[in-house]
């Protein structure tokens, strides 16, 4: 077992084992979105000859999830490589940000204090559009003279990360789809990177974020999964988009040990 997934799952036991005495709450996506991010890139030969060829791409053509719950994240890249000698590379990347929150607050009169501990629970990918479909090529600016020992068989996995939102976004079911992607900040304790398709569900110890907006310390912002996988800078047309259900699992109440 990988090193890393062993000290979440040892953590993950502490803090059920901890926590069970306490009352549990569970809680779905009171407002969610995908928030979209693009990035047009090319190599220096586009610039000095203007008359190379400059043909169009197709634009993204996902539509909003229209399920409860389900948040849509991942990103699609096109690239057209030019002509040598002098050949005018393009690269085009959209990021799909998807973004949610929970509504700590509304807790609040309603559950014993202290807050104990929350996890947040990421399951159920479903790939979508082009779902997932990557080749490992150059990396797009390797250096002249850099090798690079890469793959032409494509994969179907590909890495996600969940942080903690730093920017409002537009609120409300499916509110805001399409609006550019917002900063983020990591989580405080959590390895937040895992891979998809999941065999099991991950579970992310999210209780600094969640104990800051219950009590008012931090206004709620939500959290946002977003890509992490390295082929977005790839020299090829790759594709990991899919939709994930989301869940919170929050604790509360007196150590009773």
């Given at each position: 077992?990988?090193?890393f ?21 569970i ?27 400059r ?14 719950g ?6 699609t ?18 990021t ?13 009169g ?14 159920n990918f ?40 730093n920017q409002?976004w ?10 550019a ?19 099991t569900?991950?579970n ?6 969640v ?6 310390d ?20 790759n594709?990991?988009v899919?939709?994930?259900?989301v869940?919170?699992r ?8």
């Amino acid at each position: 077992m990988n090193i890393f997934k062993w000290i979440k799952q040892v953590v993950l036991i502490a803090i059920s084992t901890t926590l069970v005495a306490c009352e549990e709450r569970i809680l779905v996506p009171q407002s969610w979105t995908t928030l979209l991010g693009i990035a047009r890139k090319q190599s220096g030969a586009c610039s000095i000859f203007p008359s190379l060829d400059r043909t169009g791409f197709g634009g993204l053509s996902l539509s909003a999830p229209d399920s409860a719950g389900r948040i849509l994240a991942g990103y699609t890249t096109t690239f057209a490589p030019g002509t040598p000698p002098f050949a005018c590379d393009r690269l085009h990347q959209f990021t799909q940000q998807g973004v949610f929150l929970f509504n700590v607050a509304s807790l609040r009169g309603s559950v014993p204090v202290p807050f104990r501990g929350a996890v947040l629970e990421i399951s159920n990918f479903t790939p979508v559009g082009r779902g997932i479909n990557i080749i490992d090529a150059e990396p797009w600016g390797l250096g002249f003279g850099e090798g690079w020992l890469g793959s032409s068989v494509p994969r179907n996995t590909c890495q996600f990360k969940v942080v903690r939102a730093n920017q409002a976004w537009a609120n409300g079911t499916a509110g805001g789809w399409g609006r550019a992607t917002i900063a983020t900040e990591n989580l405080a304790t959590a390895r937040a990177t895992f891979t998809a398709p999941m065999a099991t569900n991950v579970n992310l110890d999210v209780s600094q974020e969640v104990g800051q907006w219950f009590r008012g310390d931090r206004p709620e912002l939500g959290f946002a999964i977003m890509p992490a996988d390295s082929s977005i800078n790839a020299k090829a047309s790759n594709s990991c988009v899919g939709l994930f259900t989301v869940r919170l699992r929050a604790f509360f109440g007196e150590d009773e040990s």
